[in-house]
């Protein structure tokens, strides 16, 4: 069952976001998506102090990190999915953080630090999108060749046409 609450605004907010305005903590509530996951949208700055009011809030688990383009020449995204992983739980409580950022200075705070599993996410929305996860311990290409122009999966990213295409077959 999901605790909600409408603001002033109409807005409705979940369990986390009432918790989060409780303590003083900036975000914006996007609602829920069709599984009734509460997403929120973060500003980059206050990322490490939410990073860890979310595992003080008890998001034990980083499920999933993944990034996006929002659409070409626009902002990129970066999407973080918390589970909050306790004993007997049957419907363990899910969370969802988007961070939108400007692409001429991708840069967000790495949660590496708070959840280990961050790792191999993180430098794959890197290599993929180029976004810079700042204090990352080792930020480099993972997928690409270290020789790889460019950031692959942004909408408005142009093939060079010195890479050989490889037969797949």
């Known amino acids: 069952m999901l605790n909600i609450l409408k603001n002033n605004n109409n807005k409705i907010q979940g369990r986390l976001s009432i918790w989060l305005i409780k303590h003083n903590l900036k975000h914006r509530p996007l609602g829920f ?7 929120l949208q973060i500003r980059s700055e206050d ?3 939410l990073a860890v009011a979310l595992y003080v809030y008890g ?3 980083l499920r999933s990190q993944c990034a996006y383009d929002v659409e070409p020449g626009g902002l990129l995204a970066s999407v973080y999915h918390f589970t909050k992983i306790t004993d007997n739980a049957d419907q363990p ?3 969802c953080i988007k961070i939108f950022i400007l692409r ?3 840069k967000i705070p790495s949660i590496f630090w708070v959840w280990k599993s961050a790792d191999f996410q993180e ?3 890197y290599d993929m ?3 810079f996860y700042e204090n990352h311990p080792c930020l480099k290409r993972i997928l690409m060749p270290d020789s790889w122009l460019g950031w692959p999966l942004r909408k408005d990213y142009i093939v060079p046409n010195f890479y050989e295409l490889q ?3």
């Open 129 to 131: 999108f180029g976004i």
């Open 93 to 95: 409580e899910e969370i």
């Open 47 to 49: 990322w490490p102090s």
């Open 33 to 39: 998506d069709y599984q009734g996951i509460e997403t």
């Open 123 to 125: 430098r794959e929305s």
């Open 59 to 61: 998001f034990n688990y």
């Open 167 to 169: 037969d797949a077959y």
């Open 104 to 106: 001429k200075n991708p």
